[in-house]
């Protein structure tokens, strides 16, 4: 069973920059496509970014493009999202998740993912 485990959220002031973290037990994740997602209270679940195998496809939600970059360590089997720039509407819960074994292309829906994390507040005052 796969466990992931985000951390790296907090508060910071708008125009700042937060690193997260997800890092996976029970398995290794260099074979699975990983991605972030975020909540807004009272909004649905949005995709933010995804990362292939290798690191060499990333898809970006355009709110977040050229601000945010996901990155992924296959030999610590944690994914990473460097926030640059960030912004109050950027307040959110960011969850990380894992596609099923096999998947090749990242997507972007969330039901595309087997696997999920418990989530880390990222609260950007203005």
């Known amino acids: 069973q796969v466990q992931l485990v985000e951390s790296g959220g907090g508060l910071v002031p708008a125009g700042g920059s937060l690193r997260l973290s997800c890092a996976a037990s029970?398995?290794?994740?260099?074979?699975?496509?990983m991605c972030w997602f975020r909540q807004a209270p009272g909004k649905e679940r949005e995709f933010v970014a995804a990362i292939s195998r290798s690191g060499v496809t990333t898809p970006y939600a355009g709110s977040v493009k050229g601000r945010f970059t996901i990155s992924r360590d296959n030999a610590k089997n944690t994914v990473y999202l460097q926030m640059n720039s960030l912004k109050p509407e950027d307040t959110a819960v960011y969850l990380c998740?894992?596609?099923?074994?096999?998947?090749?292309?990242?997507?972007?829906?969330?039901?595309?993912?087997?696997?999920w994390g418990q989530g880390t507040q990222v609260t950007v005052s203005s």
């Open positions: 998740a894992a596609a099923p074994d096999g998947r090749v292309v990242p997507r972007t829906t969330s039901s595309d993912y087997d696997y």
């Open positions: 029970g398995r290794t994740l260099s074979s699975n496509v």
